[in-house]
Structure formats: structure tokens, C-alpha cells
């Protein structure tokens, strides 16, 4: 289905940002002389934003009925926008979450499955793409996983770094904004709030609005032991309570809502918005107590850590809610197309826009999780068959390698149901034999002897 064909290596070709056609000829002629193929001929269209709030679950958005009231500014900017009900990260990490979006193909493909991996140079990805199409590109990032180590700042200008959970990566962003909002852009800013560790501006926000829960969970005696017990990195001042934590989670989900809509008017105050193609998604949930994993995301195939938000706001286009399944893997397709811009030449991903205009309502998505053999989803609108090859993940999970789940009629996946006979679970078995036969890439490369990264990655929970 997919076509596997040599990668261009070479960088892409900076040209001045002219929009004559002398200067396409010339990038096409340059382009070529390496043996990388002629680029398609293509023009700036619509600017465009991603606005990427890491972890943060779809459910715990006013804009996808949750009661608590996280998400006012981001919940006005879904009532302008297409708001996908069923979105899904390729994979619940954020490095190969943030790789998937970016190039439009499934991790497993180029063996970026955990965090802290590099990409592979040879990997194209939107970005390139946009910048040889003469957008100025600009990016501010707060998550380590996601920053040059990784390779993220491929096609980029300008590409900052702000390890700050408060109002300063917006500061940055804005002042990025201000270096290429004079021509046709691409900006990336990525919050890595509401990300353990927890501090919210006001812990006490939702603590006493009738949806605080008491039942006692014990901490762990390691970061990783997220299973039955809670994890140090979000400890405060020994609080047993998991329910304690999810109010602290949804305070920092006011927070970066804040900065959000501090952004977004930003954008309207400079008469930006209206131009512009934009994205605001995250690039995983978080467990935070469901199916017993608390306060994580990369160890299990549930959706509360594969399900996303994700709102774009299209120029022209009226606001609607949409049930066609959706994934991260789609954006370069939808964004290019949206933009008038030519496709990558590979993708695991569809134009959404363009599926719902013509009809479609329901789709097969594949994603994946797990650190050693993966585990893997195959779901449509309503069920989704889990396949756990992993000896330790049967130990924490459900110990059945097949699970099989009514996601229509029990959307917290607590009825197992596989092997009962529904057709719908014969049908997404083929499609998940399909998909093992996919090559797989070996596993890419971590940073392991940086110290700093070390650190930084201690700080998120992710080292012991
Ligand atoms: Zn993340």
C-alpha cells in the first residue's frame, strides 16, 4: 500500500524567498544537480501555526465535555475551528509523537519509538517542505525531547529553546513571530505544561468543586513504577490521593490554556489569524489513574493516553465537530493540501479536509505504544482490538494478548470482549496481520552520554 523508495539525503536548498518563477527554476535546477529529484513547483499559500500543548488529554478539554472548566480560550477557538472528536498520537511519547507529525509516517518505519531518539536524516519532513516552498519558518520549544539534538530543527530559521513552564515561551514565541510574520510563515510553539512535574500557579483552583474524589494509592519506590502506585516526580507533601493530582493536572491545563489564548490573540491583534492555517493539538494524553497507570503515557495502549485533541482553524471554512477517525500522521497531508501546497511524496497519512468533504465517516487507524516488542491498536469509530506481544506488559496489563473493545458503547475500554465472536473483531485481526508485515526500522540512536539531556529527562520523569 505504501511505496518504499530511496529518501533524498541531501539538505533542502536555500533560496531567497522571492516568489518569481526564475528562482522555483533555479531550486528545481539546484535540487536536481544533487540526484535528488526535481522538487514540484509551489508557492506560499496559507501562513500556518501548530500550537502543541504536550499531554494533554482530549478529555479534559471543555471543547470535548469535560465539566471542569480548564479550557476556556482553547474551547472558544475550537467553536471557530474543525474539531476532530476521535484524534490519536502515532505513538504516546513525545519524540516519536512530534516525528509522526511532522513527516506524516508511522515511527515504527524509521525507529523513532521512545523518547530522546534522533531522526533520520533522510527522513523528509513539512517542514523542509515548507521552507523550499519560501516559507519563513520559526519555532519555540519548552519540551528537551523535541529540541536540535533530536533534529527537529530541520528546516527551520530561527529555532529557540525554553526550558519554562510559565508565560515566557510564549514571550519567545511572539518575538519569533515578529522575525517572519512579514512573509509567509511557519511557526511551531510547543508548551510543554501540563507535563509532570505539577505546578500549577494555584493548586487549590479545582480542588473543592465536587469532583474531587478520595480513595489512597501508595507511591512507588521508582520513577517507572506508574502501575498499582504513583510516581515520585509528581509527589506533594505526601499526598496519597491520585485524584489530588488530577486537580493539579487541570490547574496547569488553565495555565497553558492562558498562554494559548494569549497567543491567539496575539495572532488576531496582528491580523494574522485570519490568514493562517491553525493547529492547536498534543502529541499524547496521560494516564493519570486509568486501567491502574498512573500519571504516565508511553507503557500502555489504552485511550487515555492515545487519544488527543486536535482543533484546526481553517480560513474560510465553518467550524464543525468531526467523528471521521484522525491522527497526527495526517497534518503534513491536510496542511500542505489546505495550503495549496504539493503532498510529501510518502505518507501514512490522509488529507482530512479533503476525506471529509468527500463523505467519509469512518476510517482504520493503527497506532502503537510500548518500550520493547510493541503493543498496537487497530481502531475504527467504534472498536478497537489491542495486540500485546510483550511478556512484561501481559504481567501489568490484562494478561490477554488480544483485547477487544465496543469503544461506541465503552469508551474507558473496561469490557474485554476479545474472542467472543463480533465480526468487527475478525475484520480489525486482518487489518492488524496487515500491518505486522510493515518492515520496521531498527531502533534510532539516544543521546545517552549527554548529561544535561540526562537531567532534563529526570526532571519529566522519564530516568531513574
Ligand atoms: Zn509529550
Request: negative net charge; hydrophobic residues 35%; glycine residues 8%.
Amino acid at each position: 500500500m505504501h511505496r518504499q523508495q530511496p529518501l533524498c539525503t541531501s539538505r533542502p536548498q536555500r533560496v531567497p524567498r522571492t516568489r518569481g518563477t526564475l528562482w522555483l527554476a533555479l531550486l528545481a535546477a539546484l535540487t536536481s544537480a544533487t540526484g535528488c529529484g526535481s522538487p514540484p513547483a509551489c508557492e506560499p499559500g496559507h501562513n500556518i501555526v501548530w500550537i502543541v500543548v504536550d499531554t494533554l488529554r482530549a478529555d479534559h478539554l471543555g471543547a470535548y465535555g469535560y465539566p471542569r472548566d480548564t479550557s476556556p480560550a482553547i474551547d472558544a477557538f475550537a467553536r471557530e475551528s474543525q474539531t476532530f472528536r476521535n484524534a490519536y498520537t502515532p505513538r504516546p511519547k513525545t519524540t516519536p509523537a512530534m516525528a509522526g507529525a511532522f513527516s506524516g509516517r508511522a515511527p515504527s518505519r524509521y525507529g523513532v519509538t521512545d523518547v530522546a531518539q534522533t531522526l533520520p536524516p533522510e527522513l523528509p519532513l513539512l517542514t523542509e517542505r515548507l521552507q523550499n516552498c519560501g516559507y519563513a519558518t520559526g519555532a519555540i520549544v519548552s519540551n528537551a525531547v523535541v529540541d536540535h539534538r533530536f533534529g527537529f530543527d530541520r528546516g527551520f530559521d530561527h529555532f529557540r529553546k525554553k526550558h519554562d513552564r510559565g508565560g515566557a515561551v510564549t514571550d519567545e514565541a511572539l518575538a519569533v513571530l515578529s522575525e517572519i510574520e512579514t512573509e509567509p510563515f511557519f511557526l511551531w510553539v510547543h508548551y510543554v505544561k501540563p507535563h509532570v512535574p505539577y505546578k500549577p500557579a494555584d493548586d487549590a483552583r479545582f480542588m473543592d468543586d465536587g469532583l474531587f474524589a478520595v480513595e489512597h494509592v501508595p507511591f512507588g519506590d521508582t520513577y517507572h513504577a506508574t502501575f498499582g502506585s504513583l510516581p515520585r516526580v509528581i509527589e506533594r507533601e505526601g499526598q496519597t490521593n491520585p485524584h489530588f493530582y488530577v486537580a493539579l493536572y487541570d490547574s496547569e491545563i488553565r495555565d497553558v490554556d492562558a498562554e494559548v489564548g494569549r497567543l491567539l490573540d496575539e495572532l488576531r491583534g496582528r491580523k494574522l489569524l485570519d490568514s493562517s492555517l491553525v493547529a492547536i493539538f498534543s502529541d499524547h494524553g496521560e494516564s493519570l489513574g486509568d486501567q491502574g497507570y498512573y500519571f504516565g503515557h508511553g507503557k500502555f495502549p489504552y485511550d487515555s493516553t492515545a487519544r488527543v485533541p486536535l482543533l484546526l482553524r481553517v480560513p474560510g471554512r465553518s467550524p464543525a465537530r468531526i467523528d471521521l477517525p484522525a491522527t497526527l500522521l495526517d497534518l503534513p497531508a491536510t496542511l500542505l493540501a489546505a495550503a495549496g501546497l504539493p503532498a510529501l511524496e510518502e505518507t501514512d497519512g490522509i488529507d482530512l479536509l479533503a476525506a471529509v468533504d468527500a463523505g467519509l465517516t469512518d476510517r482504520t487507524i493503527i497506532t502503537e505504544s510500548g518500550f520493547r516488542k510493541p503493543q498496537i491498536q487497530v481502531r475504527r469509530r467504534d472498536a478497537k482490538l489491542i495486540y500485546v506481544q510483550d511478556e512484561k506488559d501481559l504481567e501489568v496489563l490484562r494478561g490477554n494478548p488480544y483485547e477487544f473493545y465496543r469503544t461506541d458503547a465503552d469508551p474507558g475500554e473496561v469490557n474485554d470482549l476479545a474472542g467472543r465472536g463480533d465480526p468487527a473483531e475478525a475484520e480489525l485481526r486482518r487489518e492488524l496481520e496487515a500491518w505486522l508485515e510493515v518492515p520496521r526500522a531498527p531502533k534510532r540512536p539516544k543521546l545517552e552520554d549527554d548529561q544535561r539531556l540526562k537531567k532534563q529527562l529526570r526532571a519529566l520523569g522519564y530516568a531513574e
